[in-house]
């Protein structure tokens, strides 16, 4: 005998109502997911719910690993890993979000805007749904409230996985083999000048607009593809209409890969950011 579908939905509606009163008034904020992917979208979703910073960050991966705690409350890092900087001006233009100051991460600047998670956090119903109750954000589904209740109860920390020494010279010979190639012309050219029209847009809202390149192994950093890159985008975006912070770690930087810096290095770069940000700001 099949049961009456009512009390099923009833019971369901009781539980998820349940839930979403519980993640509402948790104690504490989940600031990072199970996954990178997972990661991209919880910050992307605080921060279009209460998009209080005045200075947000865009960028790939290699920006991504810059520490909120270090950045701290006033700064928002909106880089996406395995995404680009594009992507994150595109969700900041699109979202009528007004920060003060954005801050572009050059390196991946050949990259095309992704519009695929853009359209997904901007649109009805799940942007309204994002802000008002945290149930329906990426971080406080079911498994990313676990994970994060029990790190919380073993005090466990998140820790960067390095590889073996031998493993990182592999990586870093992979990205100088990558990064010898000179970067399509045409693409690169069509992809400043979409990422143009985003700052155009940006600074017709009164956002000031700033640029900086992540520092990579030093064996990476004069190869073709980097210094092809650089060039033109400091032609786009030259230093006397643009603000562009110095980024740098003494004695070259450490990496897990070649590009991806280690924490220690991040933390020490994320800082700099913090310092620097004030000259874009008066600018």
């Known amino acids: 005998m099949q049961r009456p579908l009512l009390p099923i939905f009833a019971s369901a509606a009781l539980v998820f109502t349940a839930y979403a009163a519980l993640v509402q008034l948790m104690p504490f904020t989940i600031e990072k997911g199970q996954n990178q992917g997972d990661t991209n979208m919880i910050r992307a979703q605080d921060y279009l719910a209460n998009p209080v910073s005045d200075t947000v960050l865009v960028g790939s991966s290699l920006t991504f690993r810059l520490p909120p705690p270090v950045l701290g409350p006033r700064i928002a890092n909106l880089a996406m890993a395995g995404g680009a900087p594009a992507t994150g001006l595109a969700l900041i233009e ?3 979000a007004r920060p ?4 572009v991460e050059i390196n991946l600047l050949s990259r095309p805007a992704d519009m695929a998670p853009v359209q997904s956090l901007l649109r009805f119903p799940e942007r309204q749904l994002h802000g008002s109750l945290r149930a ?22 998140d820790e960067d996985l390095v590889p073996p020494p031998d493993a990182i010279h592999r990586l870093i010979a992979n990205e100088r083999q990558i990064r010898s190639r000179q970067p399509d012309a045409d693409q690169l050219r069509d992809n400043l000048a979409k990422t143009a029209a985003l700052v ?25 593809a980097e210094k ?12 006397n209409r643009f603000c562009w912070l110095k980024l740098s770690v003494m004695g070259g930087a450490h990496t897990l890969d ?3 810096l280690m924490s220690d290095d991040a933390a020490l770069v994320a800082r700099q950011v913090v310092h620097q940000r004030g000259t874009c700001l008066k600018s």
């Open 94 to 96: 699109r979202s009528n």
């Open 100 to 103: 003060r100051l954005v801050l």
């Open 136 to 157: 329906f954000r990426t971080g406080y589904d079911p498994v990313n409230v676990t994970e994060r209740g029990i790190q919380a109860l073993l005090h466990k920390s």
């Open 200 to 224: 155009t847009a940006l600074q017709a809202r009164g956002i000031r607009v700033g640029f900086f390149e992540m520092p990579i192994d030093s064996s990476l950093t004069d190869l073709p």
């Open 228 to 239: 092809i890159l650089r060039q033109q985008v400091l032609q786009r975006f030259p230093a």
């Open 258 to 260: 070649g590009i991806h």
